[in-house]
Antibody, heavy 120, light 110 residues
Framework: QVQLQESGPGLVKSSETLSLTCTVS????????WAWIRQPPGKGLEWIGF???????SYNPSLKSRVTISVDTSENQFSLQLSSVTAPDTAVYYC??????????????WGQGTMVTVSS | QSALTQPASVSGSPGQWITISCTGT?????????VSWYHQHPGKAPKLIIY???QRPSGVSNRFSGSKSGNTASLTISGLQAEDETNYYC??????????FGGGTKVTVL
């Protein structure tokens, strides 16, 4: 079955750019939307944005100026870049598959999550 | 857009039923039927339990059910079990390709 795995640095310095990659295994990245969702320690989930396999994107308006999500269909991967990070960006970052259309609309498959800490 | 509003905590005794509310606006929950629910055990990724307001994915217990009225969606857990004690989150489409999550509800089994 389809599995997602996040990878990237667990520590990022304040004001620098956070970069994470999500690798999709057991299935194709094609024909789906793929999302990034984060969760600060002890807090709730926050939708960051998604990308369709064709490259079209949508971002959380509160993060839009700092977020870039990209896709590499040849590698079956999609990536997140969050620029000018500060302490509030410290969180567990999840990648997830968004099912759509006749399958219904929801985040049906999630990665295990990766903790990213912003240090000063 | 603001986060959807959920109660911080809900509790119930084993065997009882509980309901968790998720309140949005006429622009999100009130306008679209793309409401989903997730539970998340500590240290784990969220797991989908309800999608499109009331649909259950294959393999999810029929003790979980969802509904919507106006700008509020609800998750009902019937026959409450100890394993249901964890955090629950709602998610809704807000239009313009934007998605919102609720703040989360901690369910306690007394």
């Amino acid at each position: 079955q389809v599995q997602l795995q996040e990878s990237g640095p667990g520590l990022v310095k304040s004001s620098e750019t956070l970069s994470l990659t999500c690798t999709v295994s057991g299935g194709s990245i094609n024909n789906y939307y793929w999302a990034w969702i984060r969760q600060p320690p002890g807090k709730g989930l926050e939708w960051i944005g998604f990308i369709y396999y064709t490259g079209s994107t949508s971002y959380n308006p509160s993060l839009k100026s700092r977020v870039t999500i990209s896709v590499d269909t040849s590698e079956n991967q999609f990536s997140l870049q969050l620029s000018s990070v500060t302490a509030p960006d410290t969180a567990v970052y999840y990648c997830a598959r968004q099912q759509t259309g006749e399958l219904g609309y929801a985040y049906d498959i999630w990665g295990q999550g990766t903790m990213v800490t912003v240090s000063s | 857009q603001s986060a959807l509003t959920q109660p911080a905590s809900v509790s119930g005794s084993p065997g009882q039923w509980i309901t968790i509310s998720c309140t949005g606006t006429s622009s999100d929950i009130g306008s679209h039927n793309h409401v989903s629910w997730y539970h998340q055990h500590p240290g784990k990724a969220p797991k989908l339990i309800i999608y499109d307001v009331s649909q259950r994915p294959s393999g999810v217990s029929n003790r979980f059910s969802g509904s919507k009225s106006g700008n509020t969606a609800s998750l009902t857990i019937s026959g409450l079990q100890a394993e249901d004690e964890t955090n629950y989150y709602c998610c809704a489409y807000a239009g313009s390709s934007i998605w919102l999550f609720g703040g989360g509800t901690k369910v306690t089994v007394l």
